[in-house]
T-cell receptor
Framework: DADVTQTPRNRITKTGKRIMLECSQT?????MYWYRQDPGLGLRLIYY???????NKGEISDGYSVSRQAQAKFSLSLESAIPNQTALYFC????????????FGSGTRLTVV | GDSVTQMEGPVTLSEEAFLTINCTYT??????LFWYVQYPGEGLQLLLK?????DKGSNKGFEATYRKETTSFHLEKGSVQVSDSAVYFC?????????????FGQGTTLQVKP
């Protein structure tokens, strides 16, 4: 099994629908992150969590919410999906004691029509 | 705010050519620096890292040296292969405190032709 698992891998949804992207990890890392990737824009941070009770907004949090249900699970929700949220979404984890390196999931390709 | 600048792509090279992808950044915090690689259809994978000034990270023939005086971390490879075709991301630390967050460059696409 992958260290960081994202579900679903692909999703097409309609404008206005609520959708949840899920992320789970088996690395035991305390920190988890959600990024979106758009062509030419690189990775942009949506939300991050340093532990279950510590959740922080990233640079593009509007229209998104998150839930850290457990140390191993960090879900991202789009409350009312819009077409410009069409992107590739990545979850990542890190462990401060191991020098910050991130471990990424394989990504969720979301299309909002 | 903190920023990282990578050379724009795509970079197109012939097999066995020398590769340099430039990366400069503004953050002056915790010194760990990273290069990540994204192969087509996949997530990002850690390629190499450096954890202090003048440290050289290396992996799979790629190297990068952390130059504190120029805040740069350029990626190099002496002889690229077609299998190196991917998007490369430079990732220095975000901020001046020990937050653990990384900031990612926009990515440089490398295309290697046989």
């Amino acid at each position: 099994d992958a260290d960081v698992t994202q579900t679903p891998r692909n999703r097409i949804t309609k404008t206005g629908k609520r959708i949840m992207l899920e992320c789970s990890q088996t690395k035991g890392h305390d920190r988890m992150y959600w990024y979106r990737q758009d062509p030419g824009l690189g990775l942009r941070l949506i939300y991050y969590s340093f532990d279950v009770k510590d959740i922080n907004k990233g640079e593009i949090s509007d229209g998104y919410s998150v839930s850290r249900q457990a140390q191993a699970k960090f879900s991202l929700s789009l409350e009312s999906a819009i077409p410009n949220q069409t992107a590739l979404y990545f979850c990542a984890t890190s462990d401060l004691s191991r020098g910050y390196g991130y471990t990424f999931g394989s990504g969720t390709r979301l299309t909002v029509v | 705010g903190d920023s990282v600048t990578q050379m724009e792509g795509p970079v197109t090279l012939s097999e066995e050519a020398f590769l340099t992808i430039n990366c400069t950044y503004t953050a002056t915090g915790y010194p760990s620096l990273f290069w990540y690689v994204q192969y087509p259809g996949e997530g990002l994978q850690l390629l190499l890292k450096a954890t202090k000034a003048d440290d050289k990270g290396s992996n799979k023939g790629f190297e990068a040296t952390y130059r504190k005086e120029t805040t740069s971390f350029h990626l190099e490879k002496g002889s690229v292969q077609v299998s190196d075709s991917a998007v490369y991301f430079c990732a220095p630390p975000h901020g001046s405190s020990n937050t653990g967050k990384l900031i990612f460059g926009q990515g440089t696409t490398l295309q290697v032709k046989p």
